[in-house]
């Protein structure tokens, strides 16, 4: 599975380290580790269970071990404590040394001849806009949006995937279990984007896959205490961004 890899790139990166802080919203989650760094996830809340009181861990997650809590990331018991633990493996990514790549005419460090057949799961408005000059077309799936205009219905992913050039996969994926039926439907050849705060910036992780791109962010450590006030007001990413550092960067195969 992915995410074991994922972990095992992590381990050297969580050990030692503690959660010294962490703000749980209806959008977004936020781990600050005790080096300051500070991992964002996304809140899957469509599948979270009912009930008061049903999330004692997110209390309990204050002091506990990174490496403790990072195994969270596949082995908790719902998509919320998962989240939890996918943003403690994004705050300790932060001690990589991970170089952006692309530029203006390269949108996530992909070389676009126009034309391009691109498939999402999970809408991400930006990625649309940024690919608008190259006149893609675009397959978006999106639980939170089945039945609107332009989103296709999830049972046709094994069926339209395959004809996508560009594929965006939220990093949400990894959370929610996804990610290696989703990554088995692509084509060899095609071009997988992992997006959003979600995705973990563990680059040799990905090595046997054909994601080429991490798109990932993480919070600034100067921006602590906005970041944390803004999750707990219910704010998305879009309130984020100048607290948010983004990387791009590419896979290098192994």
Known sequence: MLMNDIQKQAMPYLKGRAIQDLVVGVSLIAVQLDDGSIGVSYVLRESLPGGCSVFPYAREAVGMSAEEAGLWAAEGREDLQRAIGNAVLNAAAQQQELT???????????????????????????????????????????????????????????????????????????INGTADSLLGWCRKDCRIVMIGSSTPMYPAAFADTNVRILAGSWGRKDKKEEIFRLISLGSGMDALRGCMVKKNVAIFKF
């Open 100 to 174: 952006d790549c692309g530029g203006k005419d390269e949108p996530f460090g992909l070389r676009l001849k126009g034309g391009e057949t691109v498939g999402m799961v999970g809408m991400i408005a930006p990625a649309i806009h940024m690919l608008k000059p190259w006149d893609c077309k675009f397959l978006i799936f999106d639980k939170g949006r089945e039945g609107q205009e332009g989103i296709c219905p999830a049972e046709k992913q094994p069926e339209l995937l395959p004809e996508c050039d560009i594929v965006f996969l939220s990093g949400t994926t990894t």
